[in-house]
């Protein structure tokens, strides 16, 4: 068996690989500025975007009023991310095309790349007629729970779940199934790859035995990722899963380790060089974390029977993601730790999912989806875990990766932190 090599041998190579990822960045800053100097040129700018999230807010003013009116979420086709606020009974227009007119002159560069707040007069309202809405459409069809189209939606289109439906998810525990993810694409990758296998490895058994299956495969299965990805207008964490899929097959192709620090060091500086404002992104930071913890896992206990791997894992994810959970969502409840078995469930339940919409048998699964929904979480119930516990497991990951013990103490650490919370709630 031949040996992986390390990517870097040297400090010196990690030097070059860290200027060049610099020279990187300061070209795709300055692309950034200039077009955030065009936007600002003006007092106000016409922008057309798409509205992402629609929810009425009630805000006292300084004379004792109340005002009550709706917010926007919405994003450009610039790839612009900003709020703004419309009349109290604005109808509802979530996934609609917008032409507007914003103030924004007196916006700063960071705002610009990370998200801002800005005034602005809606023009023009129409209806995207693209591919997204039509499967939405057809989405919406197949299934006569609105909750339970919302879920499908969320999980094909990666359409915004009504807010009780994140606080629901939140509590149970399983928000990173909805919300599409690295590893959503992980399961479709491994998906395409079954399906295909068999029907391949026969037509190259008869017209191409030259040719490498996995190379193959794998310019097959990224374009398509490829063309879902831009179909869903790149999602932070979907973006950095398809960035480390590339990366991680041309690095296994050249005999390099791909469980490494090394490899999830190069992906997340060369995403970050390229697309800065991910910076910003708590999504991108809690996939990269997600990551980090499967390498960890990996590294250090390879030596372990694939089976015991396999159940181990997802016990080792779901405590190491606890703490940031809890102090980025304050949502918890006794059927928490159950989202350890339904991240396990759904590698198989998302395929099906999308093959039972394709033969138009897509509503088969809604029972399961209901007797989902009918747990009663007591999601009104949030729990405040300051950020410091979360400081702590930062820490002790960090020395993990150097010394061993440190796995076992945040391993101990994580176990506390949980029986913390299910005491908090019981």
Sequence with gaps: MINRVSLFKSHREIIYFIIICFCIL?????????NYKQLTKFDSALIEATVIKQYTKTKNTKKGYSRTYQVLKLKSKENLNFYTITKKNQKNIIDKTLKLEVWCGDITFYEYLNSFFSYSKILEVSNANNAKKTINTIINNAHKDKNITSIYQALYTAKTLPQELQTKFSTLGISHLIAISGFHLGVLSAFLFFILKLPYRYLQNNYFPYRNIKIDLFIFIAITLLLYLIFLDYPPSLFRAFFMFLIGFILYDRGVK???MQTLFVSVSLILSFHPALFFSVGFWLSVSGV???FLFLIYFKELHRYLQFIFLPIWIYLMMLPYSVVLFHNFSIYHPLSILWSVLFSIFYPLSFVL????????????LKSLLSLNTNANITIQLSKVYLYIEILLSILAIFKKRFIYLLFMYTILIFIYLIYDIT
């Design 357 to 368: 919409h394709i033969l138009h048998l897509g509503d088969l699964l809604d029972p399961m």
């Design 258 to 260: 791909i469980v490494s």
């Design 292 to 294: 980090f913890y499967i």
């Design 26 to 34: 300061l070209l795709s800053l300055s692309f950034r500025y200039y």
